[in-house]
């Protein structure tokens, strides 16, 4: 899963760098967990958070079967 997983982001990511910010992913387990660490300016955006789950969550639930969750660390 994690090929799908980084596949995904590599079509999020044009996106977060436009902004200069982007996304690496650090971690996918068994049960389906997702972690990521936001780098450049989504690091310390305020709406950071919302980015993570309106975007790059929703994003990885809809093109990888099996990811349930995606948590920043």
Not at 25 to 50: F, I, K, N, Q, Y
Request: proline letters at 4%.
């Amino acid at each position: 899963m994690r090929d799908e997983v980084e596949k995904a982001l590599s079509r999020i990511r044009p996106a977060l760098q436009a902004d200069g910010g982007d996304v690496e992913l650090v971690e996918v387990t068994d049960e389906g967990v997702v972690r990521v660490r936001l780098t450049g300016a989504c690091r310390g955006c305020p709406l950071s958070r919302m980015t993570l789950e309106m975007s790059i969550a929703e994003e990885l639930k809809k093109q990888v079967p099996g990811v349930k969750e995606v948590e920043a660390i």
